[in-house]
């Protein structure tokens, strides 16, 4: 079965510093994407970053970057030069390829960024 | 273009009474998803599709129907809504192979 946790409900993080915020999955699938948004106060999902399971390189995004370590079963998130406007609810997402389908997430975690 | 549209953003229902939310996304993506999200529970998966006339079911199904008639649009059906199906209901889709899915901007449900 697959399953996303995510074990920090809070965070926090002064403004220009960086964050890492934690993500384990568990799949018995070979080939898989990791997923990770962002939901802000206003409730849209914003998609941050993509991570497939066979690409060898970590995934980066402008300020955000994916450290996949696969051995691990791990894809944190992380946000280098934080700012005010990073305070969100932000939520890790797997979705196995091929057999099932299914896109789903973990329980999220709220980042606040303080000046 | 629009992407993925909910309909409606907000409804009140009595306990007891039907309703259908609807998911209508324009980018021809073959999958659609159906979440609803609570306090501290993240989104939870409650049925999804992959592709017209097929549905499956998610993590937390009991007291939904859906339907993929037409490829474009995932129907989300509350027969006898429940105090317990008060959320926030998200709609997302996506084709295969894809790096991003995409979601609607979400519909509030109240059951008093």
């Known amino acids: 079965a697959q399953k996303i946790t995510q074990t920090q409900p809070g965070m926090f993080v002064q403004e220009k510093e960086a964050v890492t915020l934690d993500c384990t999955y568990d799949?018995?699938?070979?080939?898989?994407?990791l997923f990770w948004y962002k939901q802000p106060s206003s409730g849209e999902m914003i998609f941050l970053i993509y991570?497939?399971?066979?690409?060898?390189q970590n995934a980066t995004e402008g300020r955000y970057s994916l450290n996949f370590q696969k051995a691990r079963k791990s894809a944190n998130l992380v946000i280098s030069a934080s700012q005010l406007g990073d305070s969100a609810m932000y939520f890790c997402?797997?979705?196995?390829?091929?057999?099932?389908?299914?896109?789903?997430f973990g329980t999220g975690t709220r980042l606040q960024v303080f000046p | 273009n629009a992407g993925v549209t909910q309909t409606p953003k907000f409804r009140v229902l009595k306990t007891g009474q039907s309703m259908t939310l609807l998911c209508a996304q324009d980018m021809n993506h073959e999958y659609m998803y159906w979440y609803r999200q609570d306090p501290g529970m993240g989104l939870r998966l409650i049925h999804y599709s992959v592709g017209e006339g097929t549905t499956a079911k998610g993590e937390v199904p009991d007291g939904y129907n859906v339907s993929r008639l037409k490829k474009q649009n995932f129907l989300l059906g509350l027969e006898s809504a429940a105090p317990s199906q008060t959320s926030v209901y998200f709609c997302a889709s996506t084709i295969q192979g894809s790096t991003e899915a995409f979601f609607g901007q979400g519909t509030r449900l109240t059951v008093v």
């Open positions: 799949t018995s699938d070979q080939s898989y994407g």
């Open positions: 991570q497939g399971s066979y690409d060898e």
């Open positions: 997402a797997m979705r196995a390829r091929g057999r099932t389908d299914k896109l789903i």
